[in-house]
Structure formats: C-alpha cells, structure tokens
C-alpha cells in the first residue's frame, strides 16, 4: 500500500507546475494558440482526404457509367446491324428495286413509299442508301410511323448527301431528339430546300424544348 502511494506521489510530482504570473499566461496562451493551429492543421487535412476520397469514388463512379454506357451502345449497335441484316435477306419488290437504284445512282427524281412497311430495320436502311445517292431530288416519307430515334438516322444522312432538296416527314412520330439532330445536320447541309416535319410531337406536348433550340440555331 504504501509503495503504491508512493507511485502516486511520484507521478503528481512530474507534473508541471507553473507560477500564477503573467509569464504563465503568455505561455498558456501560446500553447493554446499552438493548439488551435495544429487543430486547424488537422481539420484542413482530414478535409483534404474527405476531398480526395470523394473525388476518387465520383472519378469510379463516372468510369463505371461510361463502361456500361459503351457496352450498352456496342450492344445496341450489333442488335442493329443484324436486324439489318435480316431484313436485307428479306427485302424484295418495290423496296429492294428503290434500294438498288440508290445504290446504282439511277433513281428517278423523286421517290415515295405510301403503302411500303417500313420499319425501324428498312428506315435505317433507306437512310443509309440516301446519304450516298445523287440523283434522287425528293422523298416522300410522310405517316409512315417512323420513331423518334429512327428519325436522328434520316437526319444524319443530310450530313453527306448534297443532292436532296425536298424531305417529307410529316405525320410520323418523331421527337426531340430528331428535331434536335435535324437541326444539327443542317448546319452542314445547304441543299435541302424542304423540310416537312408538321403533325410530329418535337416537343412532348410543349414540355421538352431542347430539340427546337438546336434546331432553330441552323439559321442563326
């Protein structure tokens, strides 16, 4: 008992012990302000690796989304080229003679497809072969249900063909996104005389408004 008091004693003793005078204070204060740097030091740096951290889980986050972003876009890519594929094996008539004559650049000066099927596969397609072709002046795809996403493809043909001047498209289902991508397109098109896109939703009942801002900006 009295070795462990004297533990005690001991340690009370090592303590420091300063006068109650104004160099104490100076130095209490000192001490304190030491203090509140290094707590300051250390809040900043733990701020820092929050930062960082935070930083590095994004730069994952968005690495990931872009992975699955490009699988999705190679998927969707290969799923189109072989319903491409199957539908050219099935192609016959008057859509496989309005194919080869665009291919063979010898197509009459205007073309319509009242009463053909289309179709997402064969509006791809046609639009494909058009891009390329020189000799068709007009065409006639209007009420042939063609969607929104299948409308950026008939835009994107505007991009390389140079000899269209007429392009209907009137009452079909296309939306923002070919609206905005027409509008895109003819910033490198000045052939097109034409363009025939009433009774199509390119706003979304007045709510997505994108697709004319793009679009209107091919005349500014």
């Known amino acids: 008992m009295a070795m462990k008091e004297e533990r005690e004693y001991k340690f009370e003793m090592m303590a420091e012990i300063l006068p109650d005078n104004e160099r104490t204070a100076e130095i209490m204060k000192k001490r304190a302000e030491d203090e509140e740097v290094r ?26 989304a872009e992975r699955a972003r490009k699988e999705k876009m190679a998927k969707d890519f290969e799923a189109k080229k072989k319903e491409e594929e199957e539908s050219m094996n099935k192609l016959e008539g008057r859509m496989l003679n309005m194919l080869n004559e665009l291919f063979e650049q010898n197509t009459p000066f205007e073309y319509s497809v009242t009463g053909l099927d289309l179709g997402p596969a064969r509006c791809r397609i046609l639009a494909q072969h058009i891009a390329y072709n020189t000799t068709l002046l007009s065409i006639h795809l209007s009420r042939r249900k063609i969607s929104d996403v299948d409308g950026v493809s008939i835009a994107k043909m505007l991009i390389t063909n140079k000899t269209l001047r007429k392009l209907e498209l009137e009452g079909n ?48």
Request: net charge neutral; with cysteine.
């Open 173 to 220: 289902l296309l939306g923002p996104k070919s609206f905005a991508e027409f509008g895109t397109c003819l910033k490198q098109n000045n052939t097109l005389k034409l363009l025939d896109l009433e009774s199509n939703q390119l706003t979304v009942d007045g709510q997505e408004m994108y697709g004319v801002y793009q679009f209107t900006e091919c005349f500014g």
């Open 39 to 64: 707590r300051q030091k250390a809040e900043e740096l733990k701020a820092m690796k929050d930062k960082e951290d935070k930083q590095k889980k994004m730069k994952e986050k968005n690495e990931q």
